[in-house]
């Protein structure tokens, strides 16, 4: 069973970057397809993207990341990355990963046998 662990998160201006790690306490990163996501109080959970388990290692982002967000992943290090830049006040949320089924041509949505989010990590943009 995947644990997730999020880190990485902090306080940036408008404009900066951040790098979120995605660890596991328990399970195996590198045989899944991992997504992330994040939420703002009193929104639901919103995925941001994925990164598929396969050799490739294909990507998926929504429209309102898609060329400031990437996500990478260090097999060896059993850890997923969520590298942040451009970053808008409007991107301020609590950021989580998963394991997920990894579309081309949509969001992710997490795998069936997953019910163990993490934490999270918080991201906050000042303006």
Partial sequence: QLQPVESGGGLVQSGGSLRLTCGASSGTLAYYAIGWFRQVPGKEREPIGCISSTMDRSTYYVDSVKGRFTISRDNTENTVYLQMNALT?????????ASVVCYDSKPPRPRRDFDSWGQGTQVTVSS
């Fill in 89 to 97: 006040p409007e991107d301020t949320a609590v950021y989580y990963c």
